[in-house]
């Protein structure tokens, strides 16, 4: 069973639409809870860091949550823009962190 | 600039081959974890190592196997290549273990291998 799911697979918006990204995870035994994003043949770039002890991180237009309690983390996109295409990836931190368990991540367009 | 690189960029090898991908970290960074990430997949951890010591090793047979310098640089070896081993491979370092447990890690802009 996947340990890290993300929905949805694919996302299309028209540029300017706010949008969520959804991350669930299956072990409560998280230490934090990572955001990337990847763009076509690239390495992953880091978004936004969240502790487990902590609710959410901003970052300019990005503000990642955490619900341990739920298994759920959201990354909120506000006034997207076609720059923001791209791939985004969340990866839940073990307690001992040694390792990143990855979801299959969100394809996201912005059309102009 | 993320501070981490990786060599070579784009590798293709033949099925049986052996491999040997290379990272380099930032001065300081003695900590390094190795990821492998098929087509359309997200990255699966491979192993990490913490101060030239192998510190976790996830789901990948013996063949799969890794090195890391004094220098901050790693290698990640690949005996006896199968098909199923062309992916990217990404390499994340970070200052120290603790430290990658606040600050998350560093990734390079990884190698892609394509076994035929």
């Known amino acids: 069973k996947q340990e890290v799911t993300q929905i949805p697979a694919a996302l299309s918006v028209p540029e300017g639409e706010n949008l969520v990204l959804n991350c669930s995870f299956t072990?409560?035994?998280?230490?934090?809870l990572q955001w990337f994003r990847q763009d076509p043949g690239k390495g992953l770039t880091s978004l936004l860091l969240?502790?487990?002890?902590?609710r959410e991180q901003t970052s300019g237009r990005l503000n990642a949550s955490l619900d341990k309690s739920s298994g759920r983390s959201t990354l909120y996109i506000a006034a997207s823009q076609p720059g923001d295409s791209a791939t985004y990836l969340c990866?839940?931190?073990?307690?001992?962190?040694?390792?990143?368990?990855f979801g299959e991540g969100t394809q996201l367009t912005v059309n102009p | 600039e993320t501070g981490v690189t990786q060599s070579p960029t784009h590798l293709i090898k033949t099925r049986g081959q052996q491999v040997t991908l290379r990272c380099s970290s930032q001065?300081?960074?003695?900590?390094v974890s190795w990821y492998q990430q098929a087509l359309g997949q997200g990255p699966q951890f491979i192993f990490q190592?913490?101060?030239?010591?192998?510190?976790g090793r996830g789901n990948f047979p013996p063949r799969f196997s890794g090195l890391q310098f004094p220098n901050y640089s790693s290698e990640l070896n690949v005996n006896a290549l199968e098909l199923d081993d062309s992916a990217l491979y990404l390499c994340?370092?970070?200052?120290?273990?603790?430290?990658?447990?606040?600050?998350?890690?560093?990734f390079g802009s990884g190698t892609r291998l394509t076994v035929v």
């Open positions: 969240i502790q487990s002890s902590q």
């Open positions: 990866a839940k931190g073990e307690t001992s962190g040694s390792r990143l368990t």
């Open positions: 190592y913490y101060r030239e010591e192998e510190n």
């Open positions: 001065s300081g960074h003695n900590t």
């Open positions: 994340a370092s970070s200052l120290y273990l603790r430290i990658a447990e606040i600050n998350g890690y560093t």
């Open positions: 072990d409560s035994a998280i230490y934090n």
